[in-house]
């Protein structure tokens, strides 16, 4: 079976032989075609739905995520982008014509999207499987050849793409490569013509400087800490169900656009705080670690990480909710934390995780600096009915996306280009703009025989050069002269 | 420099770069700058590479001046957010990009067009409303003192600084943290670059080189088409651009006339005494003349020369050489020529030349003459590279709505027009919702249950409008 790569170790020749024969596959123009494309996209639909309980088993595996965040974030995205691609395939394959310039005159221009060739996606193990199927799809939608390299870290989601994906989709330009550490860097050793990274900045790091060797773009979708401005003008109601649902409701806060941390005035907090407790009880009961929806932790690593943020000196007299453990079941149950010491290990890295610090100011204005003395998150939230305050944040506030009233949904319009920019990230996906992403755009421009302008030609004389100033200027007049004076 | 960016991240963080006024200054400046120096700037073009007057004044400047109206013209459309389906039909709900400048910048620009791949990316990167650092090349040293001097004159220094110097100075800057930087030359340097940049995760566009092949068929008017790829070659820096040609490929038969075609053509060009024409460039500096003899030099190579050969080197000058069926695997066929020196390669049928070219890095740009629209049509779709020119040379880099930039060894990112705007730009999702739309039984809230899974179920079934009002909890019960 092609699809699958044997179970001996993957190294550097395995890795060169890989890539060369997806070069060669590539080269053979195979990829190139709509059917292809829409085959591969037809493929990967069928797999999500024929396979969707082998998938949420995984997930469960690997995250005990519920079944309805499988359904919801994981299956749905995934299917949706699929279909997505399917339906705007033809459009986005055709070249874009635009306008010509009188300096070429006569002339036609255009720009066509061609693929980059050969291309590596490494996923996260957050979300397993829609963080592997939708670069894939990107990749695949714009006609190149691809390998997946799953998270090693949710084992179960990286043996399902191994095993079923070949049977869905073209292995002889498509292959999934298992591994961790090792593997990883065989494969980014060799020379692609793109790498999309999901992941944390540090493995991005390494992912760009080992891209740097062979000159190779990247994508790297990485984190951050993604703010949540409260203000007091809301439905609290309701915003504290929708930032609830974003954060705990995300994988249990393992999501790169969870709400990391809020900040809201001293004046509001307690009730803002009040009103979290109601909902988390409403949500996940008097138990929480006993609720069967929210994901456990994903590892011992991450629960270990996770706890100390919340043992550190002068943190754990700030829980105001929550902090119940199992270190057997790797649970921790939704925490609320208010006003931890600004230079507290919990506010320094991004938590990824069911902790919440709250953050005081006096007024929200004050927040925006806050905010920017941070690295760029890959989302900031804000909740508010004041436009104004709206406006200011739009403007403000740098970060991958914005979502004002809401969490996280951005994701979901596929006409929204989703990506992270400075420590969250370099680059754009989905819809289109996945398509874009692993494309590259070629400017053509084609002229006849026609139209030929003496004054370009040496001898330069001060007469050729005022009319070819003219012309660059896009000065008719010029153009005329250029046509037909004779030199 | 860590003084230096500071004090740049502290000017940008005043928010004084936002404001379209701020930009169209800076923009307006720079014209100035291009109308009032324009002396100046053209002696230092003259010291530098001798480059003549018509072509400094027509590559750098003018197209210069066309890019910074162009901006300015363009700039209030460029900077208004733009909405997108939004598809939550109700309530006042928006999605839209915003473009935002990514912050300060580093432009690094090179030593074969110093003025305008200088100004290039710097009227992008303002455009944008970034504050940054130009490196111009100190293998041009007059222009690079130029832009030292004269810049500060005419745009904001608090937001934009030039700083002079060679291989030290460039790593010192490479240490620091920008937000974008902004790299014009080889590849060699091109990975150092992007070294650097990934120790911050910093973005970078790469505007580098490669060997650009010219497909010639025998069905063109061989005259204009001889003259035109002439001038692209020797009438750009006598071949010392990034999208000159650097060989052709035509076919066995065709050769001969082609050949006998060019030598006419580079007589009436240059004269009898090419080496004494003020019509070409001289070779910028003794390493790269060096490095050009040594590629004539080359076994098996000087009996190839069919036209030229000739070199003053006391003058860093080389007359426009065209040689014929050098070895494959030679120097001169291996890395990119950047000079006066034109091999070229014969095959038996045309279609054979698609292959060679794609068994090579991909190039900047790659071009083809020929009458033959389906040729044509193969060529375009077959072959990759920066961008495409049919039946000309060089001239896509003049169309502001075409990119340039290349793919591969010749690059990442391009720039001109609205993608120079965009190369400096972060595209910021924004999506807004009020609270108006709460339906009555949100499935997507926990506890999750099994009637709840089954209301979703049935309402987004792969509609991805349906599964988006869903997760927003906008869907009938």
């Not at chain 1, 208010?338 to 995780?353: A, C, N, R, W």
């Not at chain 2, 020119?389 to 720039?415: K, M, R």
Request: charge should be neutral; charged fraction near 25%; hydrophobic fraction near 40%.
């Amino acid at each position: 079976m092609e699809g699958k790569i044997s179970t001996e170790v993957f190294n550097r020749e395995k890795a060169e032989a890989t890539v060369k024969a997806l070069r060669q596959s590539f080269r053979a123009g195979k990829t190139k075609t709509y059917e292809w494309r829409a085959s591969q996209l037809e493929g990967i639909a069928r797999l999500i739905k024929e396979k969707e309980s082998d998938i949420t088993e995984a997930l469960r595996s690997d995250l005990a995520k519920p079944e309805m965040e499988s359904y919801l974030h994981e299956i749905s995205l995934a299917k949706s982008a699929c279909l997505f691609a399917l339906k705007n395939l033809k459009k986005w394959m055709k070249p874009e014509k635009v306008p010509a310039a009188i300096t070429t005159f006569p002339s036609s221009a255009k720009i066509v999207s061609e693929p980059l060739g050969v291309v590596l996606v490494i996923s996260a193990w957050n979300y397993p499987f829609l963080l592997s199927i939708d670069p894939v799809i990107g990749a695949i939608v714009a006609g190149n050849a691809v390998v997946l390299k799953p998270s090693e870290i949710a084992p179960a989601t990286s043996e399902l793409f191994a095993k079923i994906l070949p049977e869905y989709v073209d292995s002889s330009c498509i292959k999934v490569v298992e591994g961790g550490v090792p593997e990883t860097t065989a494969l980014l050793e060799q020379k692609w013509d793109k790498i999309f990274y999901t992941g944390n900045g540090k493995v991005g790091r390494i992912v760009m400087a080992a891209a740097a060797k062979h000159l190779t773009p990247v994508s790297l979708e990485l984190g951050g800490k993604s703010p949540v401005l409260v203000d007091s003008d809301v439905n609290l109601k309701v915003a504290v169900k929708r930032i609830a649902v974003g954060k705990w409701g995300c994988n249990n806060g393992q999501a790169c656009i969870a709400p990391d941390y809020i900040i809201t005035t001293k004046s509001f907090a307690p009730q803002l705080v009040e009103a979290l407790k109601v909902t988390l009880e409403k949500f996940y009961g008097k138990n929480p670690l006993e609720s069967a929806d929210l994901s456990r932790i994903v590892n011992l690593n991450h629960f270990k990480r996770l706890t100390d943020l919340l043992d550190e000196e002068n943190v754990s007299e700030k829980i105001v909710c929550g902090g119940q453990t199992d270190e057997k079941q790797l649970k921790i149950a939704p925490t609320l934390l208010l006003d931890v010491p600004h230079d507290s290990l919990i506010m320094k890295d991004e938590i990824f995780g069911p902790l919440l610090p709250i953050v005081t100011v006096d007024n929200l204005e004050d927040s925006f600096e806050i905010i920017n003395s941070m690295s760029k998150p890959l989302a900031a939230y804000l909740f508010t009915k004041n436009k104004k305050l709206e406006q200011e944040f739009i403007s403000n506030v740098s970060a991958g996306g914005i979502l004002v009233n809401d969490i996280a949904l951005h994701l979901a319009n596929l006409y929204l280009p989703f990506g992270g920019v400075g420590e969250s990230g370099i680059g754009a996906y989905h819809g289109k703009f996945s398509f874009d992403a692993f494309s590259h755009k070629k400017a053509v421009l084609s002229r006849g025989f026609a139209g030929e302008a003496g004054a370009r030609y040496p001898p330069y004389t001060t007469e050729k050069q005022w009319i070819l100033k003219g012309l660059i200027n896009g000065s008719i007049v010029a153009l005329f002269l250029a046509l037909f004076k004779r030199f | 420099m860590e003084t230096l960016v500071n004090d740049l991240r502290r000017s940008f963080q005043t928010g004084k770069t936002m404001p379209y006024e701020w930009r169209v200054a800076q923009m307006e400046g720079i014209l100035r700058l291009m109308n009032e120096r324009e002396k100046e700037i053209m002696e230092a073009l003259w010291t530098d590479l001798a480059k003549p007057r018509t072509e400094a004044y027509l590559h750098e400047i003018s197209l210069s001046k066309a890019g910074c109206k162009f901006a300015l013209k363009e700039l209030k459309n460029w900077m208004k957010p733009e909405k997108v389906p939004s598809l939550i039909a109700t309530f006042s709900s928006t999605a839209q990009i915003v473009p935002e400048p990514l912050g300060v910048v580093l432009v690094i620009s090179a030593w074969n067009y110093p003025f305008a791949l200088t100004i290039d990316p710097l009227i992008g990167a303002v455009a944008a409303g970034n504050a940054m650092v130009l490196k111009p090349s100190e293998v041009a040293p007059s222009t690079s003192a130029f832009f030292a001097k004269f810049l500060p004159q005419y745009v904001d220094t608090s937001c934009i600084q030039v700083v002079e110097g060679g291989v030290t100075e460039t790593t010192e800057l490479l240490e620091q943290k920008w937000d974008k930087i902004f790299y014009t030359g080889s590849g060699r340097v091109g990975r150092i670059v992007m070294a650097a940049a990934a120790k911050h995760l910093t973005p970078v566009a790469l505007e580098l080189g490669g060997k650009c092949p010219v497909v010639f068929d025998s069905d063109v008017n061989l005259k204009v088409a001889v003259k035109r790829m002439a001038i692209g070659k020797w009438g750009c820096n006598n071949g010392q651009a990034c999208i000159a040609p650097d060989y052709i490929i035509t076919t066995k038969s065709f050769a001969p006339k082609l050949v006998d075609a060019l030598k006419e053509t580079l007589k009436e060009f240059y004269g009898e005494n090419p080496l004494e024409s003020a019509d070409l460039s001289r070779i910028v500096s003794s390493n790269h003349f060096r490095r050009l003899t040594d590629f004539l030099d080359e076994e098996n190579i000087p009996e190839k020369i069919v036209h030229g050969g000739g070199r003053d080197e006391k003058h860093l000058k080389i007359a426009p050489t065209v040689l014929l069926d050098v070895p494959h695997d030679s120097l001169i066929m291996k890395d990119e020529i950047f000079g006066p020196l034109l091999p070229i390669i014969t095959v038996e049928k045309l279609e054979d030349s698609f292959d060679l070219i794609n068994s090579r890095p991909k190039p900047l740009a790659a071009y083809l003459f020929s009458k033959n629209k389906r040729l044509e049509e193969k060529f375009v779709q077959k072959v990759s590279a920066g961008g495409i020119l049919i039946n000309d040379v060089a001239l896509h880099v003049a169309n502001p709505h075409l990119p340039f930039g290349g793919v591969g060894e010749s690059g990442t990112g391009a720039y001109h027009g609205k993608f120079s705007f965009d190369a400096f730009s972060h595209k910021k999702a924004v999506l807004s919702r009020g609270y108006a739309t709460e339906m009555r039984i949100r499935a997507r809230y926990p506890p999750y249950t099994h009637h709840k899974q089954i209301i979703l179920r049935r309402v987004i079934d792969g509609s991805f409008i349906a599964l988006f009002l869903g997760l927003f909890g906008l869907h009938r019960d």
